[in-house]
T-cell receptor
Framework: SQELEQSPQSLIVQEGKNLTINCTSSKTLYGLYWYKQKYGEGLIFLMMLQKGGEEKSHEKITAKLDEKKQQSSLHITASQPSHAGIYLC????????????FGTGTLLAVQP | DAGVIQSPRHEVTEMGQEVTLRCKPISGHNSLFWYRQTMMRGLELLIY????????DSGMPEDRFSAKMPNASFSTLKIQPSEPRDSAVYFC????????????FGEGSRLTVL
């Protein structure tokens, strides 16, 4: 069963616009990871959030984890064509395992 | 530094044939993961190893699938016999066994079963 839901499933934005992708879990997460995938390639790690209320930024991408550790958002400021791809969130369950599964993904297209 | 290396990159085979996918993880990484990606089901975890030992294979679809890791630098995923529904991109990933959630992915093996 799918334990993570991402929204929206797909998104088309004009270059320069801001956008937000959401990831929701039905249960409290040990941690939350964001990855990006370009077409035909493997996934690339973006960032990890572990604490409730935590926020991290890398270049123009900011990710937040809510206080209850059940929802995360990924925000891109002033989007560029290089941001296009599939964004996936993945939960970490517990400290004794590094098993990592992923959400359904959000396909982002950025129009020049 | 070399990343995760997968082979073959593309494989086209006929139903009933045996398929073997190979993976070389990053040196020094203790965990290895096999994923399958399709449009319908997204990215699914098939199996993962810690220190060459299979920890969780609950994602392996059925007995036709098997995975091995004979040493720290090599793993295989075998499908025998293959079926058209096995067509997908198969990814291998590795990580340090520190539960950081940072996996390093190979470029994938695209399998087409006719």
């Amino acid at each position: 069963s799918q334990e993570l839901e991402q929204s929206p499933q797909s998104l088309i934005v004009q270059e320069g616009k801001n956008l937000t992708i959401n990831c929701t879990s039905s249960k409290t997460l040990y941690g939350l990871y964001w990855y990006k995938q370009k077409y035909g390639e493997g996934l690339i790690f973006l960032m990890m959030l572990q604490k409730g209320g935590e926020e991290k930024s890398h270049e123009k991408i900011t990710a937040k984890l809510d206080e209850k550790k059940q929802q995360s958002s990924l925000h891109i400021t002033a989007s560029q064509p290089s941001h296009a791809g599939i964004y996936l969130c993945g939960p970490g369950y517990g400290g004794a395992t590094n098993k990592l599964i992923f959400g359904t993904g959000t396909l982002l297209a950025v129009q020049p | 530094d070399a990343g995760v290396i997968q082979s073959p990159r593309h494989e086209v085979t006929e139903m009933g044939q045996e398929v073997t996918l190979r993976c070389k993880p990053i040196s020094g990484h203790n965990s290895l993961f096999w994923y399958r990606q399709t449009m319908m089901r997204g990215l699914e975890l098939l199996i993962y190893f810690n220190n060459n030992v299979p920890i969780d294979d609950s994602g392996m679809p059925e007995d036709r699938f098997s995975a091995k890791m004979p040493n720290a630098s090599f793993s295989t995923l075998k499908i025998q016999p293959s079926e058209p529904r096995d067509s997908a991109v198969y990814f291998c990933a590795s990580s340090r066994q520190t539960n950081t959630g940072e996996l390093f992915f190979g470029e994938g093996s695209r399998l087409t079963v006719l």
